[in-house]
T-cell receptor
């Protein structure tokens, strides 16, 4: 069965520092992978997605992620975080030919001054 | 602008009562979904639908019913609300193929007392 693991429930970083949020998935085929962000009292918004091709995908607001098949990982990165990046970040996987997503438990990011 | 609108934004229900959560999309998407969000569990799929007048069970359907009377509208029904159904509920819609990214509503906070 598919699963997504985000091992860090909470991450705190200083403004201007680099960021990596970890995501590992379990899926036997080639997955479609996503990162979503949820700001307080809002729905989830798509940050970036990987379907195929270049394993490094660029998203909005300077975020990027790298698909590493050998490690079953899809970590999210940002070179320099801003206080407005404080939010909950979800990694998700979708099977090819199936439009249902499986979400990780989320990582709550806090950016401090 | 295409959107997913949920109502109500929040609700307090009594145990054993009936609750209906509504979702309306203007994306012209075929698929609609209901997820619940609990701390530590991320989002879990309750029901989904890929065509009007048809619904499918997701991963945690027990205690919930769904109704899709039209392409635009998708309701989640709790016939006998229970304390364990206190959560935030998200509706989402998606197309197919290259248009299969999810668009989420802002969520409904349900408190069952």
């Amino acid at each position: 069965a598919q699963s997504v693991t985000q091992p860090d429930a909470r991450v705190t970083v200083s403004e201007g520092a680099s960021l990596q949020l970890r995501c590992k998935y379990s899926y036997s085929g080639t997955p479609y992978l996503f990162w979503y962000v949820q700001y307080p009292r809002q729905g989830l918004q798509l940050l970036l997605k990987y379907y195929s091709g270049d394993p490094v995908v660029q998203g909005v607001n300077g975020f990027e992620a790298e698909f590493i098949k050998s490690n079953s990982s899809f970590h999210l990165r940002k070179a320099s975080v801003h206080w407005s990046d404080s939010a909950v970040y979800f990694c998700a996987v979708r099977r090819t030919g199936n439009y249902k997503y499986v979400f990780g438990a989320g990582t709550r990011l806090k950016v401090i001054a | 602008e295409a959107a997913v609108t949920q109502s109500p934004r929040s609700k307090v229900a009594v145990t054993g009562g009936k609750v209906t959560l509504s979702c309306h999309q203007t994306n012209n998407h075929d698929y609609m979904y209901w997820y619940r969000q609990d701390t530590g569990h991320g989002l879990r799929l309750i029901h989904y639908s890929y065509v009007a007048d048809s619904t499918e069970k997701g991963d945690i359907p027990d205690g919930y019913k769904a109704s899709r009377p039209s392409q635009e509208n998708f309701s989640l029904i709790l016939e006998l609300a229970s304390l364990s159904q206190t959560a935030v509920y998200f509706c989402a819609s998606s197309g197919t193929g290259s248009n299969s990214d999810y668009t989420f509503g802002s969520g409904t906070r349900l408190l069952v007392i």
